[in-house]
C-alpha cells in the first residue's frame, strides 16, 4: 500500500472516549474516516451533526463488509473487545482496540494470533505510552541518568466517573501498568499481588492496592480509586542515582530530583574501608530540583500516527499484542488473587 494513499477508516463506538479518538482521526490527513457504528441513535445524531460526510450506521456489518475500509478503531466496551477484534481481523482490516485489549490473556492471544495469521497490525490504545512526558521519563531511565530502579509507585485516583461495566483496577490500572512496563522494556514480574475492595456496587471495586515485584529487586506499586477526595495521577520512580515525580495533572510534568543517600566509607584500624561493613557511614544528597520543559502533543495524535506508521511503513508497533499481553497477564493476577470485581461477563 503506497504511503501517500490515506487509509480508509471506521470506528465503531462514540461513548465516553470515543469522540476524543474521532476528533484527531477526522483531523488527519493520513485517513479518511468514512463510517462510524454506534447503536445510540443520539450518538449518531451527535455524530452525524459534526462530521456531514461521515457515513453513520447502527449495524458493524456495514463495516465488515466494506472491503474499502483498511482499518478500525474499536472503542466499545471491553467485553466485546476480542469479538470485534475478531471479526475485523478476519475481514482484512488492522485494528486499533481501546485499553485494555481484551479481558482475558486468552483472548489477546487470540487477537494475536489471528493478527499474525492475516498479516495485519493489531494495536492498543495505551495513550500514555504516547505522552511526551513519560517518553521523557524512559530516555532518563535509559540514559542511565537516575541510576538503576529501586521502586516505583503511581497513583490514580478520582472522586468520579463510577462505572458497572467493569472496576477500578481493569477501568485505571491498565494505564499504570503499561506505563511500568514501557519503562521496565516490557521485564516479566516475578510476582503479582493485589487488595480491592467494592463499596458502592457488590462485586465492583472501587479501591485496589496492587504490588508488582520485578528482577533485580524492583518494586513497583500501584494505588487505583474512584472514591478518592484528590484528582491525583503521577508515577514517582527512586533510582540510585537521582528520583522522578511524573505528575500528569501538574503544569510541570516532570520534576528530577537530585536526592538519595549515599555510603561513605571510613577509614578502619587496617585501611579496610570497604571490607567492614560497619565502618560505612550514610549521608543525605539533597542536590537540585530541575523541572525540564517538554514540547507535548496530544497523546492520541501521536498514537493514531504510529498506528499508521505501523500499517504504511511496517514500524514495529509499540502498543501491539505483547505488550497487551504483558498488561493484560498481571490485571488478570490481580484479579486471580482473590479480590472482588473484574470486568463483567454478560454477552454483548
Known amino acids: 500500500m503506497p504511503v501517500n494513499k490515506p487509509l480508509n477508516v471506521a470506528q465503531i463506538g462514540v461513548g465516553y472516549w470515543g469522540p476524543n479518538l474521532l476528533r484527531n482521526l477526522v483531523a488527519n490527513h493520513r485517513c479518511r474516516v468514512k463510517t ?6 443520539e450518538r449518531l445524531e451527535y455524530v452525524a451533526g459534526l462530521y456531514p460526510g461521515v457515513t453513520v450506521t447502527s449495524d458493524v456489518n456495514d463495516v465488515a463488509m466494506d472491503s474499502s475500509i483498511d482499518a478500525v478503531v474499536i472503542a466499545t466496551p471491553v467485553c466485546e473487545h476480542c469479538q470485534m477484534s475478531l471479526r475485523f481481523l478476519e475481514a482484512g482490516k488492522h485494528i486499533l482496540v481501546e485499553k485494555p485489549m481484551a479481558r482475558s490473556v486468552g ?53 468520579g466517573r463510577i462505572r458497572s461495566d467493569v472496576d477500578a483496577l481493569w477501568n485505571f490500572a491498565p ?14 514480574p516475578v510476582s503479582v499481588d493485589s487488595h ?18 520485578y528482577p533485580g529487586k524492583i518494586m513497583a506499586h500501584v494505588h487505583v480509586s474512584w472514591l478518592d477526595p484528590l484528582k491525583d495521577r503521577s508515577l514517582t520512580v527512586v533510582g540510585t542515582k537521582k528520583m522522578v515525580v511524573y505528575n500528569d495533572v ?47 502533543k496530544e497523546p492520541l495524535k501521536v498514537e493514531i500516527d504510529h498506528f499508521f506508521d505501523c500499517i504504511q511503513n511496517g514500524e514495529p508497533c509499540l502498543s501491539g499484542c505483547d505488550h497487551a499481553l504483558k498488561v493484560v497477564r498481571i490485571l488478570s493476577e490481580c484479579s486471580f488473587n482473590g479480590n472482588a470485581g473484574g470486568i463483567r461477563r454478560e454477552s454483548p
Open 36 to 41: 462510524v457504528v454506534d447503536l445510540s441513535p
Open 175 to 188: 494505564h499504570d501498568v503499561s506505563i511500568i512496563q514501557y519503562l521496565l522494556n516490557d521485564l516479566d
Open 250 to 296: 501538574a503544569e510541570n510534568k516532570i520534576s528530577i530530583f537530585d536526592k538519595g543517600i549515599d555510603r561513605m566509607a571510613v577509614l578502619g584500624e587496617h585501611m579496610d574501608y570497604d571490607n567492614n561493613p560497619t565502618l560505612w557511614k550514610f549521608t543525605h544528597r539533597n542536590g537540585d530540583v530541575i523541572m525540564p520543559g517538554i514540547a507535548l
Open 107 to 159: 483472548e489477546v492471544q487470540d487477537i494475536k494470533a489471528a493478527a499474525e495469521k492475516n498479516r495485519l497490525v493489531a494495536m492498543v490504545g495505551h495513550t500514555f505510552l504516547y505522552n511526551g512526558a513519560v517518553r521523557y521519563l524512559k530516555q532518563l531511565i535509559d540514559s542511565g541518568e537516575i541510576g538503576d530502579i529501586r521502586y516505583m509507585y503511581s497513583h490514580r485516583l478520582n472522586l
Open 196 to 213: 480491592g475492595m467494592d463499596f458502592v456496587q457488590p462485586g465492583i471495586q472501587d479501591v485496589a492496592f496492587i504490588n508488582i515485584l
